[in-house]
Nanobody, 124 residues
């Protein structure tokens, strides 16, 4: 089992920045690709960004390309999502997820472990 705990969410004005973190415990963190997903009120959960087990492969949703950056520190068992130039449309609960598919993926179905989520609210 892998336990994932997100942090760093909050309220920010449009144009601002936030940095989300996800701390992993349990099995060897570097065995897993990591991803971020989000779910806005009344909408389905959607892919945001993903990173392969060693950081060589990065994936981004078109809606966040150029604004968000995913990174990981395997020595500290953490993955981060730096979010810049935030827009009200980015308001959602953000979830960290881990996948045994080490290359990473944008597909939700390949993710085996999920955190509880952290709220991000962007005001206009």
């Amino acid at each position: 089992q892998v336990q994932l705990v997100e942090s760093g969410g909050g309220l920010v004005q449009a144009g601002g920045s936030l940095r989300l973190s996800c701390a992993a415990s349990g099995r060897t963190f570097s065995n897993y690709a990591m991803g971020w997903f989000r779910q806005a009120p009344g909408k389905e959960r959607e892919f945001v960004a993903a990173i392969s087990w060693n950081g060589d492969y990065l994936y981004y949703a078109d809606s966040v390309k150029g604004r968000f950056t995913i990174s990981r520190d395997n020595a500290k068992n953490t993955v981060h999502l730096q979010m810049n130039t935030l827009e009200p449309e980015d308001t959602a609960v953000y979830y960290c997820a881990g996948s045994r598919l080490r290359s990473g993926s944008s597909r939700e179905v390949v993710y085996n472990y999920w955190g509880q989520g952290t709220q991000v609210t962007v005001s206009s």
